[in-house]
């Protein structure tokens, strides 16, 4: 019995730790969500009289939570960089000042259950927030509350930045001694890749719609054009503007405008933003007009990935070319010229990338300041080296500032730390500032709006100086610099296995390319016909797919590829095919419903019982024509059999779907009929061997039975 009691309590002892931690891990999880809706300044200053902040507090675990309140607290003034970036990874930060907690309403919370969050605290010499001199602070919105079966903890909290220009209710403070020159990128780009396929001369189908929906008031898509034409007000914001344009999306829009259609599990239905495009295209094309432009990838592609699909011939740049040429069809479709050579690219570049796009006529690219190694931290222009290109590096600080939840707010932040009220030390001085939100960035109209008007704000107090982005691109580069692909890097490019499909539709796409003549009447350039199957596998690449399955992130390109080649096909014959003789011809009639030529070639598989006496030549069918090829053949044997017939190109490339031929034959080919003969006196000669030494043995055995036999007796 002791043994037993000795044994359960070891037991315990050893379980009862991981049951105290399963509930130390379950208390961990979030209780409670916080979302703010307003906060009003976004900036302080000398004038500043109170602080509002408004919003909601939601009950997003299994537990009523009871005596909810909320308090603000504030921060010692940041002065590193590392600061900056600990509050908004959510990090921990010394209390400078705090308020007192203000309960909410209602002050229970049933899961699923929401409440108002309202604080407003006056800001000056009494209040409980005070701001010792200008800076940038952090800012905790910090919500207590009791969950059922437990105390009074924090339960959620929300840490932004806040930049303080000026301290309410005293005089203006001096500011840095100079401001940086600023530059402000603007992107207009899809959020993900949504063309399923566009045919030359066939309708556009979208995947769904989405896309108008961006495009339709309010949506994504429209704040930021709506934001950019309201701030054409300030000539300082509208001066510093550029924005970056990717081409995919805006030839997916104008196709929009003259119809298209929309996938779903039954097929095709019609789309319904066909307006929605034509509004959102016009206010497009009046908000670029005068502007600074440049290009972005098309569809995002990731560069370094384009590059790998052909690694064995670094010659050939024609995917990668597809991508980065967008300034052409930006110019077409919008009337603007791209800035010459500059783009801006996103993911991280190889050396190998660098080189290729500098040779296929790039000059200068944006790309984050944390993927250049230099010397010191570039803010302007630098060259990298070993190649004629530039890079203008984008600050690395306020663009992860600008991604996540409230990035307008921690944007406004870390741009004011940048523009000198950090009190920079060594390294963190910048005398050039460009800035770039992310390339999907998915904002209200009001809060893009409010952005740009509290940069203007910095540009009236002279925090910045706005500047055009062409004459941060005119100076001379500030010295040199590589480019620094990481290991970590690889985990957010796209997959070998995606570049491996890809790779194998593009060296189909060159097999059926090089099969393509112009026709003479039709006039039109094999290249016209192929580019919808580039362009889709340059879509393939998009950084957008963010780890999707390869089959689903090539599929479309796929499916490009197979509905050009099945316009090339062999009929398959509605009747049984008698052949005349046991030499006859096979006859086999090929159509081609592309506006192009293609020479084809006419293969035989699974054909038993038949064989082509002669090569078959080579045919060129020609745009929307069709030929009959008469295929050399011989019956092997008599009877009904069948046979499929198919077609590639000259390299071998297939084409179409095979056609199966059903065929009788009566008759034997004269080589059937000498292999018969031969075998047949083969077999005669082999008979007439062994009749003769049949008769040879019978007469043999005759002669032995009348020789007379000599006995024993007759010998005595």
């Known amino acids: 019995m002791k043994r037993l009691a000795a044994t359960v309590l070891s037991i315990l002892f050893l379980a009862l730790p991981a049951l105290f931690g399963a509930v130390a891990r379950a208390q961990e999880q979030p209780r409670l969500r916080v979302d703010l809706d307003q906060l009003n300044p976004r900036v302080v200053t000398t004038t500043s009289t109170s602080l509002t902040i408004t919003g909601r507090v939601t009950n997003i675990g299994d537990r009523r939570i009871s005596n909810l309140g909320v308090r603000l607290q504030l921060g010692t003034r940041l002065q590193t960089e590392q600061q900056i970036s600990d509050v908004l990874g959510g990090g921990k930060f010394k209390d400078l000042s705090a308020t007192d907690f203000v309960d909410l309403a209602p002050d229970t919370l049933e899961p699923g259950q929401s409440a108002g969050l309202n604080l407003a605290v006056p800001l000056g010499q009494s209040s409980k927030l005070q701001f010792p001199r200008p800076g940038v602070y952090p800012l905790l919105v910090n919500v207590n509350g009791t969950p059922d079966f437990g105390g009074p903890e924090r339960l959620a909290a929300v840490s932004l930045l806040m930049p303080v220009l000026g301290v309410p209710d005293k005089p203006p403070a001096s500011r840095p001694p100079s401001a940086p020159s600023t530059s402000l990128l603007w992107p207009i780009a899809n959020s993900t890749v949504h063309v399923v396929s566009s045919p030359l001369g066939g309708p556009l189908t979208l995947s769904d719609e989405r896309l108008a929906g961006e495009l339709g008031s309010g949506g994504r898509l429209d704040s930021l054009v709506a934001a950019a034409r309201a701030a054409e007000a300030d000539t300082k914001v509208s001066s510093s503007l550029c924005l970056a344009i990717d081409p995919d999306l805006i030839a997916t829009v104008d196709a929009m405008t003259r119809g298209y259609q929309v996938a779903t599990g039954s097929g095709t239905v019609p789309g319904k933003g066909v307006e ?323 020479n084809v070639r006419t293969v035989l598989k699974n054909n038993v019982g038949l064989r082509p006496t002669e090569a078959v030549p080579e045919r060129t069918v020609p745009a929307y024509g069709a030929v009959n090829q008469l295929i050399p053949v011989e019956a092997l044997r008599a009877g009904r059999f069948s046979v499929d017939v198919t077609l590639t190109t000259p390299d071998g490339t297939k084409l179409g779907s095979d056609a199966r031929f059903e065929l009788t034959s009566t008759e034997y080919g004269a080589i059937t009929i000498i292999i018969t003969l031969t075998a047949a006196g083969a077999l005669l000669l082999l008979s007439s061997r062994r009749i003769y030494r049949r008769i040879k043995d019978a007469r043999a055995d005759r002669a032995s039975e009348t020789t007379p036999r000599v006995t024993e007796d007759a010998q005595v």
């Open 276 to 598: 929605t495009a034509k509004n959102w295209l016009g206010q497009l094309k009046a908000l670029v007009a005068g502007r600074c432009v440049v290009t972005l990838p098309f569809a995002d592609a990731d560069l370094t990935a384009l590059t790998k699909i052909r690694a064995g011939d670094a010659t050939d740049t024609a995917l990668l070319t597809s991508a980065i040429s967008g300034a052409a069809t930006i110019k077409n479709l919008l009337g603007i010229q791209p800035q010459d050579g500059v783009l801006w690219p996103g993911g991280a570049l190889d050396s190998q990338t660098v080189e290729a796009i500098g040779k296929a006529g790039v000059k200068t690219v944006l790309t984050d300041s944390g993927k250049l190694q230099s010397d010191s931290p570039p803010s302007g222009v630098v060259s990298i080296e070993g190649t004629d290109l530039r890079a203008q590096p984008i600050d690395a600080l306020i663009a992860s500032a600008l991604d996540g939840s409230l990035s307008t707010q921690n944007g406004l932040g870390a741009i004011a730390f940048r523009a000198g009220l950090g009190g920079q030390t060594a390294g963190q001085e910048r005398t050039r500032l460009l800035i770039a939100p992310p390339r999907h960035w998915n904002q209200t109209t009001p809060e893009l709006t409010t952005f740009l008007e509290r940069i203007g704000d910095f540009y009236a107090a002279g925090l910045a100086k706005p500047t055009p982005l062409p004459d941060l691109l005119g100076e001379s580069p500030s010295g040199t610099a590589t480019v620094n692909y990481d290991p970590q890097d690889l985990t957010a490019a796209t997959s070998g296995d995606v570049t491996a499909k890809m790779s194998q539709i593009d060296n189909e796409t060159l097999g059926l390319s090089s099969a393509m003549t112009m026709d003479a009447t039709k006039r039109v350039n094999p290249a016209d016909v192929i580019a919808p199957v580039r362009l889709a596998i340059v879509r393939a690449a998009s950084l957008s797919w963010n780890g999707a399955d390869a089959g689903v992130v090539t599929g479309n390109a796929r499916g490009d590829l197979e509905a050009i080649r099945s316009q090339v096909t062999v009929e398959r014959p509605k009747q049984t095919i008698a052949l005349a003789s046991g030499a006859s011809p096979l006859p086999a009639y090929i159509t081609n419903g592309l506006p192009v030529g293609v």
